[in-house]
Every structure is written in structure tokens, then in C-alpha cells.
């Protein structure tokens, strides 16, 4: 009779595993079980990049949310109306500040992205 090395069980000599599943060989030997853990390596210092990247997108993201919802576009008119027969709005959309806001929300995507690629970017091999 021979015992199992992994549950203890006893088993036929003609027999190359036991009842519980557990395979096993003379010549290779189950290995025994750990009871410790690996040791944890500690955690890397976080790479530059990464960190830029992520202040890219938050400033970005900042951006985006001011151009697209923040920037005032009108301006105010100020016309004499003599005959009071109509009247002019006193604020009217600049074309000039559309384009601004605009330019300013795909400026923050721009920025935004180029942080996402800084964060996904492999680190560099030393």
C-alpha cells in the first residue's frame, strides 16, 4: 500500500492515482503544498509619464467643460431706437467668440487625448 502524498489516503501499489483524482509518479513527485505566500514585491514608483498623462486629461476635460458650457458667446447692443416702432435685442451671438469656443473645446480634446496616449504608451525598458 502506498499513501497518497496529497491527501493521504492509502492506495494500491498498482494503482498510478487515488480515488480523489490526485495524480502522481515515483519519478515525479506531486510537489508539496505552500503554506506561505510569495513574497509581494513592493508596488513600482509610478512612471512620469503617467502621472503627466493624467493631469492632461484632467485638463483637458476642464477645458472641454469651460469652452462648451461656460464661455459666453453674446455680446451686448447698444443701438437708439427713435420711433420705438421695433425694437433690437440687447444681446446678440459674436461669430468671432463661436469660433473661440470652438477652438478652445478641440483644443481640450486635443489635450485630453494626448494625455490618454501619454497613459497607455508601455513604459520604456532600462
Given at each position: 500500500m502506498k499513501t497518497c502524498p496529497q491527501c493521504q489516503k492509502q492506495i494500491d501499489d498498482?494503482?498510478?492515482?487515488?480515488q480523489c483524482g490526485h495524480q502522481f509518479s515515483e519519478a515525479f513527485p506531486p510537489t508539496p503544498l505552500r503554506t506561505q505566500s510569495a513574497p509581494v514585491a513592493p508596488?513600482?514608483?509610478?512612471?512620469p509619464r503617467h502621472i503627466i498623462g493624467g493631469i492632461l486629461v484632467a485638463?483637458?476635460?476642464?477645458?472641454?467643460?469651460?469652452?462648451?458650457f461656460g464661455y459666453d458667446t453674446m455680446i451686448?447692443?447698444?443701438?437708439?431706437?427713435?420711433d420705438h416702432t421695433y425694437s433690437l435685442p440687447e444681446h446678440v451671438q459674436n461669430m468671432g467668440l463661436e469660433i473661440?469656443?470652438?477652438i478652445g473645446v478641440m483644443v481640450g480634446l486635443a489635450v485630453s487625448l494626448?494625455?490618454?496616449?501619454?497613459i497607455a504608451a508601455p513604459s520604456p525598458k532600462k
Open positions: 498498482d494503482l498510478s492515482s487515488c508596488p513600482a514608483s509610478a512612471d485638463l483637458g476635460i476642464v477645458l472641454v467643460a469651460y469652452f462648451a451686448e447692443v447698444s443701438v437708439p431706437v427713435p473661440n469656443r470652438i494626448a494625455g490618454f496616449v501619454l
